[in-house]
């Protein structure tokens, strides 16, 4: 076991997470009053500095790749990479089924977990979907939400893109609660600097992946957007909110239009 | 004396009760069945006339207009994205705006009939408001080209004995928050001014939109 995992780097880690616990808190009272017009994007000077920076990266380096990726590996390994990097998250996505008690949930990523890993030689192939277990992503992000921590201010991380301060918060416990470094610490003799390199090779392959599957999508958004900033911290809130409903949908209301076109 | 009023409490409650069986749930199911039957018909046409291959782009931007035109009450999608700015417009920079909108709803929504194989469009569940009954939700999965379900909520209401959607829903993201949200920014920005937003929302267009 590594001492110095939750020592030194690590309690200034924790600092910050019970901080933006904190700020998310606060915000999260603000969110009951916010409506049109309030974005609870504070830091949105610094957030679009972040995002250009970012938006370069995209295109002078991620989207080649991504394109790259895509052109010489053909659909089968695309989707095998895709299965294992999944197969890979489970048990984050386990430990954030159970936080939320979602014991149908924890069952289905164990028994895909299990399954994929063996008969899907590494969760390279998805067997278990194939009997009836679907997969399904969970992050800490989405347990504090169902704990009731609102989702706090809007951020812009740099290289991951939209976020928020809960969310932010989330990614950090969800990185102390996967077990694999802990795995390579205890069952090999690779030091933290070679842990730490496969760790960010793991979510550069991850990011890649997803950007290819993404090419075309995020070139229309671009296309017809005048904000982009703007339209990605929509879609983002949404798409999380809906992710935090597990899919679930709203309950959006079905208004009387009669009445409000009245005003028109 | 009592038990008389009762009676007739009770009678007049029944009453009521029955009417509303009566003449309420058919009413539901009137507008529902509609629903039903208007997404499965304009599900089949887009698919039939925007995923054809024989028809060059224009024919297919074409199309998706003439389409949009007669299934989507595009002003009061309009109406909701502009919010309170769409009060203080003019009439002209809500017409503009409406059609600036339109194509740019083409650019966005027509791609994603490229390359598609004539999956299933399927209308899951219905419900009428408790409010109006002249409004309706209904849900529709469909099948992407990567074999996913998506499920696409639509909001529709009647309008002249017919019913038009005036906004949606697609895996939790909805049409009319997006584009509010985005707009909103630039409204914001440029005091509120309706009409260069539209010269904004123009200029990214191409050259074949039809802004008249």
Known sequence: MRDGFLRGPGKACMAGVVALSLLGGCASSQDQNAGFGDDNDPLEFVNRFTFAINGALDAFVIQPAAATYRFLLPD???????NAMRNIGAPVVFANDIFQGEWERAETTAMRFLINT???????????????????????????????????????LPLLGPSTARDTVGLVVDSFIDPWPYVLDFATNLSDEDITYIFIGRRALEGIDIRARNIEVIDTLKADSIDYYVRLRSLYRQNRESEIRNGRPAEIPLPDFDEQLGND | MITCKRRTLFAALAGVFLSATVSGAPAHADIESEADTFLTQMGTRAISELADTSADEAQRVQRFRTLLDESIDLRLVAQQVLARYWRAASEQERNEFTIAMRETLIVRFLPIFDGYKGETFDVVSTRTSTRNPNVVGAVTNVITPGGDVARIEWFLRKVGGGLLIYDFSAEGIRLTTSLQEEYASVLRDNGGNVADLTRRMEATLPATAVLE
């Open chain 1, 76 to 82: 089968p390994v695309q989707n095998g990479v895709r």
């Open chain 1, 118 to 156: 063996t008969l899907g030689v590494a969760g390279i192939f998805d067997v278990a979907a194939e009997w009836g277990y679907e997969y399904h992503d969970e992050d800490f992000g989405q347990t504090l939400a169902v704990w009731g921590v609102g989702e706090g201010f809007y951020l812009v």
